[in-house]
Every structure is written in C-alpha cells, then in structure tokens.
C-alpha cells in the first residue's frame, strides 16, 4: 500500500511540475474577460510555418489556448464580418458559411448546428490597446475551419496549417482613403403587403446581384450583394430595428472588397422569398409560410382537407358561382411544389376536387403579397355550401358542409 501511494505521489509532483514548465518562462500581459480584468500567458503564433506578428496575440486562459478568430480566419483569404446587435461573427469562403456567437456553444456551418464544449464559446475580450477581439479556443478552429492545429512546448508557440493561404501582398506606402466603385445601394426600407407581416425593400442605382444563406437554426438570413456599398444617408453601415411582427432587426455594412452583406434577424422560423423588380434595382424580402401538403383528414368526426406548413397566416375566403366554387387564397404563404398547379383527388360533401397554386397577384392584393390559393370544385349539383376555417397547430383545417 506504501508503494502505491509513494507511485502517486511522485506521478502528481511530476504533472505538477510540467504544468509549472508551461508557464515559467512565459511572459504575460492584462486582458478584459467577462468585465474584468485578467492575467493571460503570451504564445507565439505560426501559420504554414511562418511566424505572425499582430497586436492581438494568442494567449492561456483557464489551461487553454485562445487565438483571434479574425487573423487567423483572414490569413487564409476567408472574408469575417462582426454583426455588433447579435454579436456574432461570420466566416465565409466559397460556398462555406460559418456563423459563431460570443458566449453561445452552438456554431452554425453551412446551416447545420455545430455543439462546442461548455468551455469552447467564443469570447469577446479587450486587449491593451482598447480593441476588442472574438477569441476562440484553439480546437475550434480546428473543429470548425478544418485546419490542422499544434501546439510547440520549445517555442511556446500556436501552428496553424492545412488552409489555403491568402496570397502575399505588399503593403501600400502610405494608407489611402477607400475607393467605392459598384452598385451604390440607397435604402433598405420596411414595407407591407396586405398583411401585418413586414417586408424589406432593397433600392440600388443598378443590378443587384447576390446571393443569399438562411440559418435556419437561428432564424437569420443572410444575404450578400457583389461589386456594391452601401451609402444610405450618408452611412455605409448601420443597424435598424423595426419591431415588426416578424423582423428583430437587421444590420448592413460595407467592406473593403466591394461586397455589401445584410443580415436579417427574425423571430421565428419563415421561408425567406426574394424578389427582384425594376430591372433588377430593386428587392423585395419577404417571409412566408410554406404549404408542404394538402390532403384529406377527420377533424372532430367531420371529413375536413388539411393545409400542412400554413403557422399564423391570414386568409381570405371568396364564394363563386357559375360553376360554384369556393376560393381560398393563403397570404404570405409559398407552394412547395415543382409544379406550379396542383390537383388533388379530394372529393367530400360539395366539394369533387381540390386544386392549389402559387397566386400571382392581382388588383386585391399588394404587389408585394406571395399568396398560395387553395380551390374547392364541386359537383355541380348543389350552389349552397359552406366553408369553415380553423387552425390546428401549424396547419389549416378546411371544414367543407353543405347549408341545411
């Protein structure tokens, strides 16, 4: 037993030792987490082998490794953009999208949620210099960029490899004012169809070319626009807060490569519809149901037609005769459908059959409304009926009945 616990012993003076090993050389400068002030050991950082000089350098912090997520990301010719309301970052190469936010230990790549470890959210810290850096844990990176990261006891220093390097350009002489060359967009406004449910209009002084990601797990859309910036009273960045029954807020800003990025933050899960009007000049977002199905259910003992994916839309119920008919149009609604007109074979009561489309809309509507219409036929011998109209969860029960 003496034995066991001398082993023990001299195993924990030794992990106690190296760990004192890790630090005893290494110098140390103040940083702000959380609110407070905090001690953090200095690393080096090397990437494809190359040692990196910044301002905001890695550091220890609780027994792990912290890098900037913007110098490393951008070593490697990937575009970061900070979205100050929801503090979140976003990384994006190619067709990736990689959305983090400060504090949260989910991550988003290419709309598909990522859990990190309790202690792996990403934090925003002050350095000495007054900026403020999004930090992340050194196996995020790996986790999420896909990079290959290790650490060097000798030169206690960070390698980070296996990214495409952003090709090496010299510095310019003396700093020169931006050049704002493309599309200038000139308002991003709050419209309204016909319904409570807001819409955003994108105006530029030419072709809006983009291209657009949802974060469904975070309800955020995100959309990017080529060869633009943004100059909207005088301001290439902003956010605003519309407080609308959908939309949270939005945030826009310019960079330094002629993109211009818009995200939009809503309050639960719609399908994002962009159109382009006026040439292309013009966008209009709007965010709809989506009506995955349509078949015949019993709703209380009574055969009833159910409208799949339709949540809190607003509707309007239209009677017609010669041949009679009842006409349903489901606004802010989008047919998931390959076809845009669809028949289902649905015959109960009055009704012989049921027929449903992408609505273009006419002189009753707003321009702006995306409307799915739903068309009860009937058998053609009876023009009394009636339609009752009820919710269940996400759904629409159409109660069909002929008048007593």
Known sequence: MKKIITTVLVTLVLIFSLSTDIYASAST???VVNGNN????????????KNVSSD????????????PI?????????????????????????????????????????GEPIKLNNDSAPMLVAYPNGEYKTMVPLRVVSELLGYDVQWNQSSRSVSINGGTKAEEKPAPAAPAAPTRTGVEITSIEKVNGSTKNEQVK??????????????????????EISNAYF??????????????????????????????????????????NIKASNGGKELNVSFTNIVTAIRPIIYEGESAILVEGVKTSEHNIIKLNNPFRYVIDIKDATFLSDKKFEKYDISMGYVKEVRASQFVPDGNYSANDNIVRVVLDSLGETSEGQVKITMLGDDMVIIPKLSS
Request: proline share 2%; hydrophobic share 35%; aromatic share 10%.
């Open 231 to 272: 100059n909207i009273g005088g301001k290439n960045e902003g956010i605003m807060e519309p407080k609308g029954n959908l939309v949270q807020y939005l945030e826009y800003k310019s960079n330094g490569g002629n993109t211009a990025k818009i995200r939009i933050q809503l309050n639960r899960n719609v399908n994002p």
């Open 70 to 110: 913007r110098v490393v990301a951008e070593h490697f010719d990937s575009q970061v953009d900070w979205f100050q309301a929801s503090k979140s970052v976003t990384i994006s190469k190619g067709n990736n999208l990689i959305v983090i936010s400060v504090g949260k230990t989910e991550a988003i790549k290419n």
């Open 202 to 223: 994108i105006k530029a002084n030419g072709e809006i070319k983009y291209t657009s990601k949802f974060d469904v797990e975070n309800n955020s859309l995100y959309i």
């Open 56 to 67: 905001f350098a890695p550091y220890i912090y609780n027994d792990r490794t912290f890098v």
């Open 38 to 49: 905090t001690k953090v050991y200095n690393v080096g950082l090397q990437m494809e082998g």
């Open 29 to 31: 400068f103040d940083v």
